[in-house]
C-alpha cells in the first residue's frame, strides 16, 4: 500500500517536471541543439581539419562523446536546480511537504525530470552530430547507457543540493558558472589528457568530470584516458555521496521548512 | 473522536522569536472550529506545525488519533490544507495543479481527474480547467485551493484566512460552500480575520494571542459573556438640525455623532426597551439601528487587551 502510494507520487513528479521542460522547450531543448551544432561547425570542422587526429580517431568523432556529455551535465544540473528553485521560490513545494511524499520520492520525481530532459537533449545532440560525422559507431552499449544515465543522476542530485541552498536566483547560476564550465572544458572534452605534462595529467585526474567524459567516450569509440573501472566507481561513489546529502538536507528541512 | 488534539506545544525560531509558548487545544470530529488572534499571535506557526511545513519545537499534536512525530504519514494524509498565499505553480492549468495534488497523496492519475471534474464544477472552476492558473482571478484562485485540498478527500480541512481580499458575493458563497462540506462530516478548521464569519460558521472558537491560548470555547458561551453592546440609532431627518444634541436620554450613555445619529450604550440587564421608551416620550422618530461592531469583535479586543495588560508584581 505505501509503496503504491510512493509510486503514484513520484510517477506525479517526474510527469510535472517532463510536462515542465516540455512546455518551455525553446529555453529547454532549442539552446542546446544550437550551441553543439556551433561547437561542431567551429571546433569539429574548422579548427579540427587542422588538428587532425586525436586518440587514433578524427577530431571531430573524438569530441562527440564529449559535447554529448556536456550537454547532459549542464542539462541535468539546470533542470533540477532551476525547477525546485523555482517551486521553493513559488512556494509551491509546500504542495510535497504537506502531503506523505517521503523525501527520497521527492528526490527521485526531481531526478527523473532531469534525466528524461538530459536524455532527450542528448538524443538531439546525437542527431546533429550526423550532420557532421558520416557515422557514429557504439563500441559498449552497455557502458554507454551506464555512463549517461548515472552521470546526469550525478548532476540532478548536484542541481537538487544546489537548490536547496539557494536564496536568489543568481545562487543558482554560480555553480554552474564557476565550478561546472571550468571542469567541463578541463575534463577532456576537447582534448586527451595524454597531451598535458605529466604534472597536469595527475592534476586533470582530480577532476570528476574526466571519468565521466572518457568512460562516455569509451563506450562510443573504445578508447579512454582512465580506467573504466576507475571512471565507473567514481561516478558510483559520487552519486552515493550525493543523494545521502540531499536526503539528510530534505529530511531535516533545510531551505524548505522553518 | 478528537479531531485535532495538541499538548505543550511551542515553537522558538532560529532568531529566538518564541511562536508558541506552550498551547493546548483539542477540536472535536465534525466541529467548524475558528482559530482567532491578531497579527503575528501564532496561528500560521500553529498551522504550520498541524500541516508539517513548521518545526515543532517542542510538545505533542495527533489529527484523528494520528501522531505528528511517530505516524506522519497517516497524519498528513487525514488534512487537507487551504494556505493564506497562492502557493500553486502559476504556470501549470487548474487540472494539472488539482491532480498533481492528488497524486502526492497516492490517489492514481485516473480517478483524480474523475474527482477534479467534481470539485471543479462544485467550485464553478471547471470552464477554467484549462486555463493557466496566473490568468484566473483573485477568488477564482482561492477557490482553486479549497479544490486542490479536497481532491485526496481528507477528513480535516484547514484553512488559513480562505476569504481574504474576496468579494462579498463570492466570500457568501464561498462560506455556503464550506458548511455543506461540514455538514458532509469534514472537520473544518478556520482562521480568519473577518470575525462575522468566525461567528457566522463557526461552533467552537480558540482565541490566540502572543503564542498563548487566552480563550477556548464555544461561540454561543463565548457571546453569552458579552455584558455591553453599542447600537447606533437613526433619528428620523425631519427632526430639524440639532434634534440629536437635544434630546435626554436616562440611565444609558450615550453619544452624539451627527445632527441625526446617536451611538448608546445598552448594558445586558438594561434592555432596549428603555432607550425607545424615552425617546417615544420625547417624540423621537428612530429610522434604523444597527450594532456599532460586530459582537464577537468587541469580545476579542476585549480578550486581548485584557491579556496583553501587565501583571502585578508582588512584593
Not at chain 1, 546525437?126 to 555512463?147: A, D, P, R
Not at chain 2, 477554467?128 to 481528507?154: Q, V
Not at chain 2, 502572543?210 to 464555544?218: A, L, R
Amino acid at each position: 500500500m505505501r509503496s503504491s502510494i510512493s509510486y503514484i507520487a513520484l510517477k506525479t513528479i517526474w510527469i510535472k517536471e517532463c510536462t515542465r521542460f516540455l512546455r518551455i522547450w525553446i529555453q529547454t531543448l532549442v539552446p542546446p541543439a544550437i550551441t553543439m551544432t556551433l561547437y561542431f561547425v567551429i571546433f569539429g570542422s574548422i579548427v579540427g581539419q587542422r588538428i587532425g587526429e586525436m586518440g587514433g580517431r578524427p577530431y571531430m568523432e573524438f569530441i562527440v562523446p564529449g559535447l554529448i556529455m556536456m550537454a547532459v551535465i549542464t542539462n541535468s544540473y539546470a533542470n533540477v536546480a532551476s525547477s525546485f528553485f523555482s517551486a521553493k521560490f513559488q512556494r509551491n513545494i509546500e504542495e510535497m511537504l504537506v502531503a506523505p511524499v517521503s523525501p527520497a520520492v521527492i528526490i527521485g520525481g526531481y531526478v527523473g525530470g532531469g534525466l528524461a530532459r538530459a536524455l532527450l537533449v542528448a538524443c538531439i545532440v546525437t542527431l546533429v552530430s550526423f550532420l557532421f560525422v558520416s557515422q557514429v559507431s557504439v563500441h559498449n552499449l552497455l557502458v554507454l547507457v551506464v555512463t549517461v544515465v548515472l552521470t546526469s543522476t550525478l548532476f540532478s542530485l548536484g542541481g537538487l543540493i544546489n537548490a536547496v541552498y539557494a536564496r536568489s536566483f543568481d545562487d543558482i547560476s554560480i555553480v554552474p558558472t564557476f565550478v561546472l564550465t571550468p571542469l567541463t572544458y578541463l575534463g577532456g572534452v576537447f582534448f586527451s589528457i595524454s597531451l598535458l605534462p605529466d604534472v597536469w595529467q595527475t592534476i586533470a585526474q582530480v577532476n570528476p568530470i574526466l571519468y565521466m567524459v572518457n568512460a562516455f567516450r569509451f563506450g562510443f569509440l573504445g578508447i579512454s584516458d582512465v580506467s573504466i573501472t576507475a571512471a565507473l566507481g567514481v561516478i558510483i561513489g559520487f552519486n552515493l555521496i550525493l543523494f545521502i546529502t540531499a536526503y539528510t538536507l530534505l529530511k531535516r528541512g533545510v531551505g524548505i521548512r522553518s | 473522536m478528537k479531531a485535532l488534539s495538541i499538548r505543550g506545544l511551542t515553537k522558538t525560531y532560529k532568531g529566538g522569536h518564541v511562536a508558541l509558548k506552550g498551547i493546548d487545544l483539542d477540536v472535536q470530529a465534525g466541529d467548524f472550529f475558528a482559530l482567532l488572534g491578531p497579527n503575528g499571535a501564532g496561528k500560521s506557526t500553529t498551522i504550520g506545525i498541524i500541516s508539517s511545513l513548521v518545526n515543532k519545537t517542542s510538545g505533542t499534536v495527533s489529527v484523528f488519533g494520528y501522531d505528528l512525530d511517530t505516524q506522519l504519514t497517516d497524519l498528513k494524509r487525514q488534512i487537507g490544507l487551504v494556505p493564506q498565499e497562492f502557493n500553486f505553480n502559476q504556470f501549470e492549468t487548474v487540472q494539472q495543479i488539482v491532480v498533481n495534488q492528488a497524486g502526492y497523496y497516492g490517489v492514481p492519475r485516473e480517478v483524480a481527474k474523475q474527482r477534479s471534474e467534481k470539485y471543479l464544477k462544485q467550485l464553478s472552476l471547471w470552464d477554467k480547467r484549462n486555463a493557466p492558473a496566473r490568468n484566473l482571478s483573485g477568488g477564482m484562485k482561492r477557490r482553486l485551493m479549497i479544490a486542490r485540498a479536497l481532491l485526496h478527500e481528507p477528513k480535516l480541512l484547514i484553512l488559513d484566512e480562505p476569504t481574504a481580499g474576496v468579494d462579498i458575493e463570492l466570500r457568501r458563497s464561498m462560506w455556503d460552500y464550506l458548511e455543506a462540506i461540514n455538514r458532509q462530516g469534514i472537520t473544518i478548521i478556520l482562521t480568519t480575520h473577518y470575525l462575522e464569519e468566525a461567528e457566522s460558521l463557526c461552533r467552537n472558537i480558540a482565541i490566540i494571542d502572543q503564542g498563548v491560548i487566552i480563550e477556548n470555547t464555544s461561540i454561543k458561551g463565548l457571546l453569552a459573556t458579552l455584558n455591553r453592546e453599542t447600537f447606533i440609532l437613526d433619528l428620523a431627518p425631519t427632526m430639524g438640525a440639532g434634534a440629536a444634541a437635544g434630546l435626554q436620554l436616562e440611565e444609558f450613555q450615550w453619544r452624539v455623532i451627527d445632527d441625526h445619529t446617536i451611538e448608546v450604550d445598552v448594558e445586558k440587564s438594561q434592555g432596549l426597551n428603555r432607550v425607545f421608551e424615552q425617546l417615544s416620550a420625547q417624540a423621537i422618530k428612530v429610522v434604523s439601528m444597527r450594532n456599532k461592531a460586530n459582537r464577537l469583535e468587541e469580545l476579542f479586543v476585549d480578550l486581548v487587551e485584557k491579556g496583553r495588560q501587565p501583571a502585578e508584581v508582588g512584593a
